[in-house]
């Protein structure tokens, strides 16, 4: 994919670095908001696709009413490298789908050609006929039969679609919420009721390197985000928290816990200054855990479960003791 444009800057737009005028330029683009990411634009700067006035420049360039900004980037995008040693617990398939318990620590997709340590490295050896399975979105042929996405650290079920058929109803269901995810989770503290709904939109924060609540103050698309919280065991510091989202945005449960102030148990990326001294007791990651997936597809009702990972259950030893 190739962008080739012009931009004078405009007084509304002048006092601002280069690299957060991009990303905010790029989102603007019909059909590539997703394409190119913060780190893509400032590689762009860096070789000098990105000119300011004709003139090599920096991400952190203050702008200037008047000045032009000269782009012309591109993004190539190859297929997914097979990896045959990337293990995979298959627990269902049929002509339509494939059914994964996907273990902690494991990617969903690549980010680039060149990674083929994910699970979709894993998929194409076993299912090569997924490969060209998607949309029409770029980079969509490292992400094939991927209808929805587990964060890195976060275990549990997830199905891929294994047709296009299925890949296409599969999407339109999740956009509809047709499908209902449940997960579960260790949070600290406890919640102020034992269910609470949580509406609040997410956006990506200033810095791009992570999510947050949005305000009216926010510079960056916002996309709206519901989750229902149940709590099904409290201990001295700790709840068990069943999570049910009504929408899929990236991060939603683990910003939702930590805006009503309980964030997850091992989470690194979004947590509370109060609970930076607790000690996660052996938590390598956050415990956060896709348990239940239920659907419809094709007239056939669809249920799948994946029982609580080792370390759920040993960190709910140690806090018992």
């Known amino acids: 994919m190739k962008i080739k444009d012009r931009i004078t800057i405009e007084k509304n737009d002048a006092d601002q670095r280069l690299d957060k005028f991009l990303v905010s330029w790029i989102e603007k683009k019909e059909g ?66 494939i059914v994964i318990d996907k273990q902690a620590g494991l990617c969903v997709h690549p980010s680039n050609s060149n990674d083929d340590s994910t699970l979709v490295s894993g998929l194409v050896v076993l299912y090569p006929e997924i490969v060209g399975v998607g949309d029409d979105s770029f980079q969509s042929n490292l992400r094939p039969g991927i209808v929805h996405r587990l964060d890195r650290d976060t275990s549990g079920v997830m199905i891929v679609a294994r047709n296009q058929k299925a890949f296409d109803e599969l999407k339109r269901k999740f956009q509809s919420r047709e499908i209902q995810k449940t997960y579960q989770t260790i949070v600290f503290g406890h919640l102020e009721k034992k269910k609470i709904i949580v509406s609040s939109p997410i956006a990506k924060a200033t810095n791009y390197k992570r999510q947050v609540i949005a305000t009216k103050k926010t510079k960056t698309k916002t996309r709206d985000a519901v989750t229902e919280f149940n709590v099904i065991k409290e201990y001295d510091k700790y709840s068990v928290v069943e999570a049910k989202p009504k929408t899929g945005r990236m991060h939603q449960i683990r910003v939702h816990l930590l805006s009503v102030g309980n964030p997850i148990v091992g989470d690194k990326l979004y947590k509370k200054k109060e609970f930076l001294t607790e000690e996660f007791l052996g938590s390598k990651r956050q415990l956060l855990h896709a348990c239940e997936i239920e659907f419809e597809l094709f007239g056939k009702a669809h249920k799948f479960s994946s029982q609580i990972p080792f370390d759920f259950v040993e960190f709910l030893e140690l806090i018992k003791n």
């Open 32 to 97: 590539v908001v997703d394409d190119f990411s913060r780190g893509d634009l400032i590689r762009a700067v860096k070789k000098q696709q990105i000119l300011i006035n004709g003139k090599k420049t920096k991400p952190s360039h203050i702008l200037k009413e008047g000045e032009v900004v000269s782009v012309e980037i591109e993004k190539v995008s190859d297929a997914v490298l097979p990896n045959e040693k990337i293990e995979l617990n298959v627990v269902y398939e049929d002509e339509d789908i």
